[in-house]
């Protein structure tokens, strides 16, 4: 199965930390990706993280969202 839902993110990253605990409140499926392993990643997310990315279509959530943005987005 594909994980539908990717959150960019990196740690030591508080908006990161605080985007995972509300996306472990949804029944989305997501896995999150660790930017600072990529170096492209790094320099298309870095100053814009936490990134939720629908992995089919590539449309971009970008922080700050609610349990209801994502929860909208995700639909």
Same mark, same amino acid.
């Given at each position: 199965? !594909?994980?539908? @839902? !990717?959150?960019?993110?990196? +740690?030591?990253?508080?908006?990161?930390?605080?985007?995972? +605990?509300? +996306?472990?409140?949804?029944?989305?499926?997501? &896995?999150?990706?660790? !930017?600072?392993?990529?170096?492209?990643?790094?320099?298309?997310?870095? +100053?814009? !993280?936490?990134?939720?990315?629908?992995?089919?279509?590539?449309?971009?959530?970008?922080?700050? @969202?609610?349990?209801?943005?994502?929860? &909208?987005?995700?639909?």
């Amino acid at each position: 199965m !594909i994980t539908k @839902f !990717i959150l960019y993110s990196t +740690l030591n990253c508080h908006l990161c930390e605080n985007a995972e +605990l509300l +996306l472990k409140q949804t029944n989305v499926e997501w &896995r999150a990706i660790e !930017i600072a392993d990529n170096d492209d990643l790094l320099n298309l997310y870095g +100053l814009k !993280i936490p990134v939720l990315q629908n992995y089919l279509s590539k449309a971009e959530l970008s922080w700050p @969202f609610t349990q209801t943005d994502v929860e &909208r987005f995700c639909k």
